[in-house]
């Protein structure tokens, strides 16, 4: 996958980076990730409920981890929305763990802020760990779900 860096233009950045970085979260292949520094800035920060860092390679190892441990990891993008210098997803992440026949599901949406020459600074995503992922082990899932009744009662 081969992405072109898009013309700068500061009244709306962020339409014209979307369909770059829709494109490659959707299409996203371990080879795809030396991409990464057409699309996100040298010292960009990436924060997720698991991590928080900042620079492309600290971000590329956040992918390597999740290449390393899923089995064909992709994302949907459901919708979108940009304007200025910022953007808004909400996605599917579908994946298998690794030697696991079931699919998983994670629901989410992920805040972009771009500069002024479209490239990624800021890459906030939000999910419900616990709703999205921890529910779905089997013991600790049994004991979050009753702790959630508890609290809903």
């Given at each position: ?37 057409r699309l996100y800035a040298r010292e960009a920060r990436f924060k997720d409920p698991f991590n928080e860092v900042q620079g492309l390679l600290a971000i590329d190892a956040i992918f390597q981890h999740m290449f390393q441990t899923l089995d064909l990891p992709h994302f949907v993008v459901k919708e979108r ?73």
């Open positions: 996958m081969s992405v072109t860096p898009m013309p700068s233009s500061r009244t709306d950045v962020a339409h014209q980076a979307m369909p770059l970085i829709v494109a490659f979260f959707e299409n996203l292949k371990e080879e795809d990730l030396s991409e990464l520094a929305m940009a304007q200025g210098q910022q953007a808004f997803l909400t996605w599917d992440f579908r994946f298998r763990f690794k030697g696991q026949p079931n699919w998983q599901t994670i629901h989410g949406a992920t805040r972009l802020q771009f500069d002024a020459q479209g490239l990624v600074i800021e890459h906030r995503d939000y999910w419900d760990a616990a709703e999205e992922l921890y529910e779905k082990l089997p013991v600790l899932g049994t004991l979050l779900r009753w702790l959630k009744r508890r609290v809903m009662s």
